[in-house]
């Protein structure tokens, strides 16, 4: 099989969740404090080794929260986001991080239309910020805004000038998301050839390639993937906490250890504070991953589980359930009534099927357990309930 030769180069991977900075970055999306708190002890409890806990320099609620997660003992290392000015690195220490993000783009598009100024303006700003933050023993992120538009020999020349200040690794972001897993691949390798410097992955899901970018990255060397729960973040979101997590476990056979049991709560808590919808067909975490409804594959997974589905639902928190709808079949009709005491012949559910089948069809949706119970009194009176 593909997967099983593919060789990561390196072994240990890294997951720095920034739900809290990226996520509520998110157009009308506002976390309270304890909310903050609260989805900070989720990402700790689930293993997450890095949270990145918002923008100290905002000050008020934002810095409040940010000292709160960084008292709360928990394990993971808690960063603070900054732009490359000395006095937004002071307000992230006065919040006590171990960890500092320092930004700044890297493209010549932003360079000269957002920034207004040279490369190496950006070069002389980042270098002081890092030297700052390395004399204070903070652990250090240098995040390249826009690297993937950004000149690659420039880029390595900001990611060298990084490491000699001080920095740990660089953190290459893919701001409008506009890679695919094979030119991704290609420019991390370029990195990693030319600087020995930890890369992480910060990828956006403009196109839907957020989570197969950062992986791509990790195959040609990035250790640390950044993410966010449910890939809540800027227009289509970063990579998911959960499809990253559950993709290195079971296509690349990489298990961070992670407490994917809970993924589905922590989704539901995120969803909730967020007011963002976590849509049924969600991947790994979405109410629908192991609904069944054709009859061809609710008859395979009543028979053998793996027939349809790729994991047990158990492992993130989910439920197997069997959906009387349209495309319903007579093993998953007697499956259904079988939850509830009733045993169908096989004639029966030959003689239900097509009434359920236009009932849906007139709903337009699948049927609710009573429902079905309703139909099967309407049709045999209760008395054949035995
Ligand atoms: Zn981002």
Redesign the pocket.
Known sequence: MLYERLNLPVKDIYIVDTTLR?GEQTAGVVFANREKVRIARFLDEMGVHQIEAGVPVMGGDEKEAIKKICNSGLKASIMGWNRPVIRDIEQSLECGVDAVAISISTSDIHIKHKLRTSREWVLEHMVQAVEFAKKEGMYISVNAEDASRTDSDFLIQFAQAAKEAGANRLRY?D?VGILEPFKTYENIKKIKEGVDIDVEM?T?NDFGMATANAIAGVMAGASWIGVTVMGL??RAG?SALEEVVMALKHLFKLDLGFKTEIFREVAEYVSRASGRELPAWKAIVGSNMFAHESGIHADGALKNPKTYEAFLPEEVGLERQIVVGKHSGTAALKAKYAEYGIRLTEHQAEELLPKIRSYTVSMKRPLFDKELMYIYEDYYGGTKRE
């Open positions: 990226d972001c701001t910060h956006h973040g800027e970063n």
